[in-house]
């Protein structure tokens, strides 16, 4: 049985995010003072004494986009509205009773689903006889709440519940595996996660910027309950502080990347990689995540290369994620989508592996055999009598040595290869920790995920379909 819906209405500047964000406790939703911040369908789990619900936060009803993305906004909320068993109708304490609340109590009166009318930023008590004209709305009498400091939250919870009744006691399906789609503005991103969600869960626009929230959408795929993380798309580090909302999304990003267990980094096959590219790349690289470099829009650039070109194209433009399994896709047409789903839970059943420390040390004795680290100038030669794997997601790998300032970076990189390709984690990244057994010193060499050279062609390519 689906989850029970909670959708959060009420025009702009209400304080719908900042509820939805109390409701959750959690900062999902981006808060800001300006209006139309939010323009998704922003949506969590909430989980309160074993009952279980979506919330769902939208934009303001009747918004005045400045980027013209206001139609848009209001078929998100006609989604939500359809989908909804409860609906909280937000208005403004503060603001009183405004022509925009009467014609979004109008657009309600046509749902089925049982609203609650809740008065937020009630923030002194006092004020909760300022809020009886909203019974004029046709809705009873309003919910008095503060989202910011948390009046009324219990209330408002209490009443959830008793709304959903039994319909709420069942437990959501654990998600096997969270991908975070990331890459700079009009990359894709948001026609992807519709092609995995088979709707128009996410906005999309060739406005550049239109996804703000890092939006977690809940899809099926072979029986399997997954998680798709829509997410702004990046741009130039010094253009963030021109826009504090635009700053809050590429945190989010950041974030979606942590939480993630393998990242969809999309790529626009119809330009250059360019300086976003490169330092998207390395903030993957950074937290160790296993990644899939996926060329969108191919159908628009398939004339311009061979795939194998493109992939040699992206050996020199990103080194740092060349060990990264490439797909082409046009997420548009819906082609290669889920087959790229199919390569990151590859990826992610790679991540959580554990080898034997019989197998690890026998490839590292013979990387050892195959090539000696020489001594520093006028020091000793390192030697490595010993290697263990002390974790997985990223495999961990310890290595002791009789010194760890001995270890040069060519030999750690050559190290790193050879166990790319001797044990399963050719197309992830690894993390080395050197250790000295002399002093019981614990040294990860500029703490990076260790990278093969191995060619290109030795990555399995999700190819283009035939016609």
Known sequence: MPLPVVAIVGRPNVGKSSLFNSLSRARISIVEPTAGVTRD????????????????????????????????????????????????????????????????????????????????????????????????????????????SGLGRSRLVEIIL??????????????????????????????????????????????????????????????????????AGLQKKRKLMDEPIDYYAFVRARRAIQRADVVLFLIDATVPIGQVDKALAQAVLEVYKPCVLVVNKWDLAKGQAATDEYGDYLDKALPQLDFAPISFTSANAGRN????????????????????????????????????????RGGRAPKVPFATQVSTEPPTIVVFVNGTELVTADYERFLANRLRERLPFEEIPIRLVFRSRRRGAVHASRDEPMRHNANRGSREQVRWPSN
């Open 41 to 148: 369908r922003v949506s969590t789990i909430c989980n309160v004494d074993q009952h279980y619900f979506e919330l769902v936060d939208m934009g303001g009803h009747g918004i005045v986009d400045r980027d013209d993305l206001g139609e848009h906004v209001e078929r998100q909320i006609q989604f939500a509205l359809a989908r909804a068993d409860l609906i909280l109708f937000v208005v403004d304490a503060r603001d009183g009773l405004t022509p925009l609340d009467r014609q979004t109590a109008a657009l309600l009166r046509g749902h089925r689903s049982p609203v609650v009318l809740v008065a937020n930023k009630v923030d002194e008590p006092a004020m909760e006889a300022q809020i009886g004209e909203f019974a004029r709305l046709g809705f009873g009498e309003p919910l008095p709440v503060s989202a910011t």
């Open 162 to 231: 008793e709304s959903l009744g039994d319909r709420s006691m069942e437990a959501p399906p654990d998600p096997v595996m969270k991908v975070a789609i990331v890459g700079k503005r009009n990359a894709g991103k948001s026609t992807f996660i519709n092609a995995l969600a088979g709707e128009e869960r996410v906005i999309v626009s060739e406005i550049p910027g239109t996804t703000r929230d890092s939006i977690d959408v809940r899809f099926e795929k072979d029986g399997r309950t997954l998680i798709a993380i829509d997410t």
């Open 337 to 376: 989508v889920y087959a790229t789903i199919d390569l990151a839970s590859m990826l992610c059943k790679q991540a959580k592996t554990r080898v034997s420390t019989g197998k690890l040390n026998q490839v590292i004795q013979d990387a050892v055999a195959q090539n000696a680290p020489r001594p520093r």
